[in-house]
C-alpha cells in the first residue's frame, strides 16, 4: 500500500469523500447525489452533535479541510443512512465502534451504568422536567415493576432502570454516555501507539 492509500485509510478530503460515497451508491434521502453543499452539511450536522470527537482537521493554509476516516463512517453510516432516526443510527454506530475498539484493545465491555439513582435525583441526572421523569416513570414500571424500588423511604431507581431509562425514553443521555466512553478508549487507542487524529503537520 503507497503512502497515499495509507493517508487515506486515516482522513480523506471532501472531494474524496464525495467520491466514496458515489462509488458506494449513498445518496440523499431524496435518491440525489451527495454535492458539495449536503455534505457541509452533514459535517456541520456531525460537528455540532460530536465536538469532542475530533473528526475534522483545523483549517489550513489551502483552506481545505480533512475529515478523519471515522467521521467519514459516521457521515455514511449516521447522516446519510435513510432506515432509521438519525439518534437511533447514532446510538448504533457509537455501540459498534465501543465494540470494535474493546476487541482491539482487548479489554472487557464496561458498564455504563453502575449506581443506582434516587428519583429526586432524575431531572438532574437526565436534563429533564420532573413530569417528564414521571412520565418515563410510568413506562418504566409498565416494563418492569423491579427497576424501582423504595430505600430510606424513597423510591430509587435500580442501575438497569436507569439503563431502561436513557435507551427507551433518553436516547440523548444514553448517546452522551456512549460518546464519552468511546473517546476513553479512543485515548486508549492512541496510547497504544495506533494513529487517530494526527494529521501529519497538515493542519
Known amino acids: 500500500m ?7 485509510n486515516i482522513f480523506l ?10 462509488a458506494n451508491n449513498v445518496t440523499t434521502k431524496n435518491n440525489n447525489e451527495i454535492t458539495h ?3 457541509r452539511l452533514a459535517v456541520s450536522t456531525m460537528l455540532k452533535k460530536h465536538p469532542n470527537c475530533r473528526w475534522q482537521s483545523d483549517k489550513i493554509k489551502s483552506k481545505r479541510y480533512f475529515i478523519l476516516i471515522e467521521g467519514y463512517l459516521w457521515i455514511r ?5 435513510k432506515e432509521k432516526p438519525l439518534i437511533d443510527a447514532d446510538i448504533e454506530f457509537f455501540e459498534k465502534r465501543i465494540k470494535e475498539y474493546e476487541k482491539l484493545l482487548n479489554i472487557n465491555p464496561k458498564s455504563l451504568f453502575k449506581e443506582d439513582i434516587y428519583v429526586k435525583e432524575l431531572d438532574s441526572y437526565f436534563n429533564r422536567s420532573k413530569p417528564t421523569i414521571k412520565r418515563a416513570i410510568y413506562k418504566m414500571i409498565k416494563a418492569n415493576t423491579s ?4 430505600k430510606n423511604n424513597e423510591f430509587v431507581i435500580s442501575k438497569e432502570g436507569s439503563k431502561w431509562l436513557s435507551k427507551n425514553c433518553f436516547k440523548q443521555k444514553y ?3 456512549l460518546e464519552q466512553y468511546k473517546m476513553e478508549l479512543t485515548e486508549q487507542y492512541i496510547k497504544a501507539g495506533y494513529i487517530y487524529d494526527n494529521f501529519f ?3
Open 2 to 8: 503507497d503512502s497515499q492509500n495509507q493517508l487515506d
Open 13 to 22: 478530503s471532501y472531494n474524496k469523500i464525495l467520491k466514496r460515497l458515489k
Open 37 to 39: 453543499k449536503d455534505l
Open 77 to 81: 453510516y449516521v447522516y446519510f443512512q
Open 147 to 150: 427497576y424501582r424500588y423504595i
Open 175 to 177: 448517546l452522551e454516555l
Open 201 to 203: 503537520n497538515l493542519n
